[in-house]
C-alpha cells in the first residue's frame, strides 16, 4: 500500500488531512484535524501533520480550501492563512499539488458517498445521470453543483452563499431589514450560516426589544433544541424554524436554477447537529413552495450528507 499522496479539507477554523489507500479512498486511522490558529500556514500544518505520522513526503496532494480559488494565491476566508500553491508545493517538496474550492470537493464527493452516509429529507426520487445541487451552512455557505458531462461528473466552483436571499414572512422581512443595516449586503450566508444562526437570535431579540446575547452558533442549538426551551431562550427556537425555512427555499432556488433532478445534498457543519429538529422543520416544505413550479420540486430528492469526512472523499477525485 502506497502512503504518497495526501488529501487536505481547510476550513475556517479546522484542516483535516488524510492519506489515500491504493483505492483512493482516504484512510480512516490517517484522518487527523489541526486548528488553523496553531500554525502560521498549511505548509506548516502540513509538515506538522507528515512528521505525526512518520512520512517524508508525498509525491502528490488535493486540497479543498474554504474560499475562493482564482489564481496562485489563495487566501482563506475565515482564517488568517494566505499562501502561494506553488511556493508550497515547492516547500513541500509535492510533485502535483490541486487546490479546490471546498464545496467543489464535497460535490465531487456525492457519487462515491454510501447511502448509509445520507439522510433523505421527505420525498422525490433522484433522476440518474441529472444534475446535483449541493449547498451546506458552515462558518460560511458553500454552494456548488455537479453536472454529468460525457460519462463523467464536472463540480462547479462558484460563490453561491453571496447571493441575495428572498425572504418571505413577516418576522424574516424584520430581521431582513435590520442585518440591512449592519451589512452593506445581506447575502444568503449572513442568515444561512454558524455565524447567520446569531445573527438571527439576535435581530429576533432586538425586534422583540430585548438586548443582544453573547451566542455562539452552538448556543443556539443547544438552547433552540431543548427539550424545554427557557422563555429568554425562545429567540433560539425561532431562528432555528427561520433559518431551515430558509434553508429550503435556497435549496430550492439552487435546484431550479441547476435544473438539478439529481437531488440536493446538504453538508457543512451546522445541518447535521441539528438532528430531527432539521428533518420535521420547515425545509422541506419551502423547498418545495415555488409556486407553478411546486410538482417539479416535490420529485427532487434531499439528503443531508452524515459522513465525517467527505470534502477529502471528493478532493482525492482530483489525484
Ligand atoms: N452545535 C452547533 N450548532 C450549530 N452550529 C455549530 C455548532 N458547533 C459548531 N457550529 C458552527 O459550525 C460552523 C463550522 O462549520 P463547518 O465545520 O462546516 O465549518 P468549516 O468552515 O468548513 O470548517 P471549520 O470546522 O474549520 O470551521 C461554525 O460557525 C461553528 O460555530
Known sequence: MSHNRLVGDVGGTNARFALLDDNNQPISSSTSTLRTDDFPS???????????????RVTA?????????????IKLTNNHWSFSIEETRKQLGIDCMHVVNDFTALAL?????????????????????????????GTGLGVSGLIPCNG???ALQGEGGHVSLGVRTPREFAVYEL????????????????PGLVNIVNALREIDGMS????????????????????????????????????GSCAGNLVLTLGAEGGVYIGGGVVPRLGDFFLQSGFREQFEAKGRMQHYLEKVPSYVIKSPYPAL???AQLI
Do not use: M, Q
Not at 111 to 130: D, F
Not at 179 to 194: I, Y
Open 61 to 73: 496532494a488535493a486540497v479543498a480550501v474554504a474560499t475562493p480559488v482564482v489564481g496562485d494565491v
Open 179 to 194: 442585518l440591512s443595516h449592519k451589512f452593506r449586503h445581506v447575502s444568503a450566508e449572513r442568515f444561512l450560516s454558524g
Open 212 to 247: 443582544p446575547h453573547e451566542y455562539s452558533p452552538a448556543d443556539v442549538t443547544e438552547h433552540g433544541l431543548a427539550s424545554e426551551p427557557l422563555p429568554e431562550h425562545a429567540a433560539c427556537v425561532e431562528a432555528l424554524d427561520i433559518f431551515c425555512e430558509l434553508l
Open 109 to 137: 464527493s456525492v457519487p462515491h458517498l454510501p447511502a448509509s452516509e445520507l439522510i433523505k429529507v421527505g420525498g422525490g426520487e433522484e433522476v440518474p445521470n441529472h444534475a446535483k445541487a449541493i449547498i451546506g451552512p
Open 313 to 315: 472523499v471528493g478532493a
Open 42 to 56: 498549511l505548509a506548516a500544518a502540513v509538515s506538522t501533520y507528515l512528521s505525526e505520522h512518520d512520512i517524508d
Open 152 to 154: 463523467h461528473w464536472t
